[in-house]
């Protein structure tokens, strides 16, 4: 079965050619029939704000977050990390994600557009070079739960990557570095699932 893209705002594009490039199969998803289809999930970048609305309007909201409290994969980046967290620290009133990841994350912890930055992390599960990493307006994970693996830290000990079970959240882009090795890491997740 394919890998679920959720579609409906973001860098959902970039994920879908990221899982091309390394010969798996990746969809956009937008209904909950599409959903049914696949049997794992990417949340991407964009805003958590804007996707949760959206996710609701489509009828995805709480179909997803079900399936994440069932053990269904599921992978976030950036604004899907936010939208996975079971806390969201600095939210919007009425701000509210799928959760199932037992994080508390600070939204925009770098600052606004103009303090994004890339970086190489050392990232636990990944062969090979650091991982080249961008941050963009990057939440930042600041307490994890005792079934949490962190997976990356910045030189300061901030968190930027976790693992509980079958979920996997990371605060950058890989999909806009040209990095694969974090998606095969998650076709590794969801094959042993």
Do not use: W
Not at 105 to 132: K, M, W, Y
């Amino acid at each position: 079965m394919p890998v679920g893209v959720l579609a409906l705002q973001g860098d959902f594009r970039e994920h879908i050619a990221t899982f091309g490039k390394i010969g798996a199969a990746a969809v956009p998803i937008r209904t909950v029939r599409e959903l049914e289809l696949c049997d794992s999930l990417v949340i991407p970048g964009g805003e958590s704000t804007v996707i949760q609305k959206l996710a609701v309007a489509y009828g995805l909201f709480e179909p997803i977050r079900k399936k994440i409290q069932a053990g269904f994969p599921v992978f976030g980046t950036c604004a899907g990390l936010i939208m996975l967290a079971d806390e969201i620290l600095d939210g919007v009133s009425g701000q509210a994600g799928f959760g199932g990841l037992h994080v508390s994350v600070r939204r925009n912890a770098f600052g606004n557009q103009l303090d994004s930055f890339e970086t190489n992390l050392e990232f636990v599960g990944v062969a090979g070079s650091p991982v080249h990493a961008a941050f963009i307006r990057a939440p930042i994970v600041e307490r994890v739960g005792n079934d949490v693996e962190v997976l990356a830290k910045l030189p300061d000990d901030r968190i930027v990557a976790v693992r509980q079970n079958n979920i996997l959240g990371i605060s950058f882009h890989p999909e806009l570095t040209n990095e694969t090795r974090i998606h095969e890491l998650f076709l590794r997740m969801v094959a042993g699932s």
